[in-house]
């Protein structure tokens, strides 16, 4: 477990994403997976959308457009199922920083 953090956390994934990866790649999520992610919160999600070139690195899957948007709307869903507070990030690489950044920053402020 993380314990606690004095100000900001910044997670590359986390369990909701690895629910839906696992359902993505293996047809199905095991339940204490699938529990343990009901009960992780985190103050703000940001959601990168599919508007940039898609870039074969090794890690990357979907490089269908198609499958990049459901790939999209099924991590929106999951987020606004669950009730977790959420920002989308479009835009060229500069414009995504400086809207992660001014997310984040609104985020502190409140």
């Known amino acids: 477990m993380l314990g606690s953090v004095n100000r900001v956390l910044f997670c ?3 369990l ?3 629910v839906i990866w696992s359902e993505v790649l ?3 999520c095991p339940d204490w ?5 009901a009960h992780q919160h985190y103050d703000l999600t940001l959601l990168l959308d599919v508007d940039v070139p898609w870039v074969d690195d090794d890690q990357r899957y979907f490089p269908g457009q198609d499958a990049r948007v459901q790939f999209f ?4 869903a999951a987020l606004e199922e669950k ?3 959420y920002e989308i990030i479009r ?3 500069p414009e995504r ?3 992660a950044t001014a997310h984040v920053e609104r985020l502190l402020t409140e």
């Open 33 to 37: 997976i699938r529990a343990a992610a």
């Open 91 to 93: 835009g060229d690489y």
């Open 83 to 85: 009730g977790d507070r």
């Open 26 to 28: 293996f047809g199905s």
């Open 97 to 99: 920083l400086k809207l």
């Open 12 to 14: 590359d994934t986390n």
């Open 73 to 76: 709307e099924r991590c929106r």
């Open 16 to 18: 909701l994403m690895t």
